[in-house]
């Protein structure tokens, strides 16, 4: 996963969590406190309406028992009434029609208000009838029964402490939803401190460490420490930079290492050359002396036998020099794609009369992904025809000899490997056996592993051996592959 996409997931998911925690605490909050104040205002309009509707009772009862016969009077006390019945209505649109309490509480509804309204109203209209009766007589007026008004006002009393209760409910409930609001806000506060903690340790894992990392592996870099690999596990831009990093180091030593077996090889070289100059006029001086000494001796005798043994050793030295110049000298490599089963078969072709003199089996094996090889066909070929030669006379009869090319693709590397079921190197001569001049058979100069070396180091790669346990010598060609072209600069 690329670092542009886990910073766009952690993003979002920390916004998405803080998103959904403040629009469910902001819905909570708006809800519960529109309700409350819903509630809170229907009790207050019921109160209002309960006060009103006992004031006007209170009043019509007030005209009541100072009753009188003029017109005035009634129309007062019919306009009271209306008062009443609109109060009555205003009252019924408030709360609707019929609101129910606890299950402890009387059940206070508009039809038991209705009834006792009712009640109270048939005990006026007797009462005012009954006075009406006597106005005129001297006796004096009749009592006036209160049970029915003292009811109502009962009821009207016990309501309104109902809904007193009720708004006392409400606003207990809003300080509860408060609390209830600030404990989820500071729910968030704490998820979002937690995300945000836990935001900054996967930068951290993402970013910071691997850019210290690399940091401390570009100043190595610069130290000249080229062996240092910056150790970024991740794979995103960053772990990618850190290989090609890594793998930018790695060339440059290469080409570091290169550069200076091309500069020793030169200087050794020049004077080799040098050498084998000043040696070679002596030497033909030698042999030319030796010849003519050689052609005045009898045919027959010690004496001529003894030259030629001297023209040979002057002949086996000469050969040397040659063979030490032309390892010394400097090689252009061009490398370019090879058909690997032709290199192999070519080379398998040579050594095949070789193998089977001495009863030993060549056998090839190429992976399908190394059908094509990146070297220069010639100096490759020599390298390698040096390296089968050795194992073929280092394997007794009976044994094998084994080619096999394959591709490791995470190095982006191709490992050519020649396998003998020979004795194996001595130990001893494990740490010398690329020096020149070492060898292990009779008449070797020990100048073809030098030179297998020397070309696989000009190659950009390195040549190896090991000596397994359970015998015989395995020697390793380990190429770089060529460098792809970038897409983005093609």
């Known amino acids: 996963m690329s670092l542009r996409v886990k910073c766009a997931l952690l993003l979002i998911a920390f916004e998405l969590t803080l998103a959904v925690t403040l629009m469910l605490t902001v819905r909570h909050i708006r809800h519960y406190f529109e309700n409350a104040a819903e509630a809170i205002a229907s009790s207050n309009r019921s109160n209002a309406d309960l006060r009103r509707l006992r004031q006007l009772l209170r009043d019509e009862l007030g005209l009541v028992l100072k009753f009188s016969a003029d017109p005035a009077a009634t129309d007062k006390q019919r306009a ?23 299950a402890d509480d009387p059940k206070l509804d508009i039809e038991t208000l209705r009834i006792l309204l009712a009640q109270r109203a048939r005990a006026v209209d007797r009462y005012i009838a009954d006075a009406t009766k006597v106005s005129g007589e001297s ?20 309501w309104e402490t109902e809904v007193f209760h009720r708004m006392i409910l409400t606003a207990e409930g809003s300080f509860a939803a408060l609390n209830q609001s600030v404990m989820i806000l500071s729910i968030n506060m704490i998820v979002g401190a937690v995300l945000g903690v836990l935001g900054l340790v996967l930068v951290r894992r993402w970013v910071l460490v691997p850019l210290s990392e690399l940091t401390n592996a570009a100043d190595e870099f610069g130290r000249g420490r080229l062996d240092y690999r910056a150790d970024v596990r991740t794979r995103d831009e ?24 091309r500069e020793r090889a030169a200087a050794m070289g020049e004077l080799i050359s040098y050498i084998a100059h000043n040696i070679r006029n002596p030497l ?52 370019a794609p090879v058909d690997t089963a032709a290199l192999v078969n070519n080379l398998v072709a040579v050594f095949r009369p070789m193998a089977d003199r001495r009863d030993v089996r060549l056998e090839t094996r190429i992976a399908p992904d190394a059908a094509t090889i990146h070297v220069d066909e010639s100096h490759f070929e020599q390298a ?43 130990r001893e001569m494990r740490d010398t056996v690329f020096h020149p001049s070492v060898s292990t058979k009779r008449d070797g100069q020990g100048l073809g592993l030098a030179m297998a070396r020397k070309i696989a180091a000009l190659h950009a790669g390195e040549l190896t051996f090991e000596c397994p346990i359970t015998g015989g010598t395995i020697f390793r060609f380990d190429l770089p592959l060529p460098q792809e072209p970038d897409a983005t600069n093609a």
């Open 80 to 102: 009271l009434g209306e008062q009443i019945d609109a109060a009555l209505a205003d009252f019924e649109n408030t709360l609707g029609r019929s609101v129910q309490f606890d």
């Open 238 to 261: 960053l772990g990618k930079l850190a290989d090609s990093m890594n793998m930018m180091s790695a060339d440059l030593a290469r080409l570091g290492r290169q550069m200076v077996f």
């Open 384 to 426: 390698l025809a040096a390296i089968v030669g050795n194992a073929i006379e280092a394997t007794p009869a009976g044994g094998s000899v084994t080619i096999a090319v394959e591709c490791d693709t995470e190095r982006r590397h191709q490992i050519v490997a020649i396998a003998d079921t020979g004795p194996g190197i001595p």
């Open 139 to 158: 006796t004096s007026l009749p009592t006036f029964d209160q049970s029915h008004h003292l009811a109502l006002d009962r009821f009207i009393g016990q």
């Open 284 to 335: 033909a001086g030698i042999r030319s002396l030796s010849e003519s000494c050689r052609r005045s001796a009898p045919e027959h005798s010690a004496m001529h036998d003894q030259h030629d043994e001297i023209v040979a050793s002057v002949e086996r030295l000469q050969r040397w020099l040659r063979e030490v110049e032309h390892t010394c000298r400097s090689i252009d490599i061009r490398p």
